[in-house]
């Protein structure tokens, strides 16, 4: 036997090994390659145990979601869609003062009277609390959106048993 095959022994064709009543389909014969058998070695403890931290296992559990709280939901929304409300604001403040400094709003003005426009200006305050206005406007349509579908996904899931989860509780070993 070299290394890296094993020979494996059959018997002579038509005559049947110990234990079996009927011969096996196809003998083998020839030497069948191993990729390198090198013995499985045992993982050596890694660098988390070894410093002190914890070594977590969990187990797998099944939940069921059957109601979503709507006032957990609204809250939650109100404060998503503000943080997104201020922050384009914000964007277009800052887009708007960069147009406005590079001269790109003037060149704008400029082209559109050359178009047939007389005198068209644009004025940033007014376009900003036009902005400000709907933004507002669309916070709130969002979080009731957000809250009416959360109470049909209620509705829903009253009627099909709740939504089945599956989590990973972890087990922290110290």
Do not use: H
């Not at 110990?18 to 011969?23: H, I, L, N, V, Y």
């Not at 070594?55 to 559990?61: A, F, L, P």
């Not at 503000?82 to 001269?103: F, I, M, P, Q, V």
């Amino acid at each position: 036997m070299s290394s890296g095959t094993i020979t494996i022994d059959a018997p002579a064709a038509g005559e049947a090994p110990s234990g079996f009543a009927d011969p096996p389909p196809a003998p083998f014969t020839e030497p069948v390659p191993v990729a390198d058998a090198q013995p499985v070695l045992e993982p050596e403890p890694g660098p988390e145990s070894q410093s002190g931290r914890r070594v977590r296992r969990g187990r797998r559990v099944k939940r069921v979601v059957r109601r979503i709280d709507l006032w957990s939901v609204l809250k939650l929304s109100l404060v998503v869609y503000t943080c997104l409300y201020l922050a384009t604001l914000a964007t277009l403040a800052a887009l708007w003062s960069l147009a406005y400094r590079s001269g790109n709003i003037e060149n704008l003005q400029s082209f559109l009277g050359d178009v047939g426009l007389d005198n068209f200006t644009f004025y940033g305050n007014q376009m900003f609390r036009a902005c400000a206005a709907i933004g507002a406007v669309g916070v709130m349509a969002g979080t009731v959106i957000t809250v009416l579908a959360t109470a049909l996904v209620n509705i829903i899931s009253e009627m099909t048993g709740g939504i089945r989860l599956v989590v990973i509780e972890e087990d922290v070993d110290r």
